[in-house]
């Protein structure tokens, strides 16, 4: 079976989080919304400072990972719903 592989860039600290796994690009989204409305994280406290990015494929059946050109799906501000300190 084939999951799609997403990760959090953070625009400040210029890296990408660890990689997750979820079903659809559906499913991304919502997890990645539900950590930019939780008050109590970093992605909420700053929403324009991270953005969730597609990168590939992860295959469960023949451990294949498929690397695909890095897209951004959606920053954080998109769902937060806190203003960014001045």
Known sequence: ?????????D???????TPFFSQN??????SFAEV????TTSISKF???????YLGYYNS???HITSEKP??????SRFNKL???Q
């Open 1 to 9: 079976m084939n999951q799609m592989i997403f990760a959090v860039y």
């Open 11 to 17: 625009l400040k600290a210029r890296f990408y989080g």
């Open 25 to 30: 690009v559906n499913t991304a989204l919502r």
């Open 36 to 39: 930019a409305m939780d008050s």
């Open 47 to 53: 929403p324009t400072d991270y953005s969730l990015w």
């Open 61 to 63: 059946e023949t451990g």
């Open 71 to 76: 897209e951004e799906l959606a920053l954080a």
């Open 83 to 85: 203003q960014e300190p």
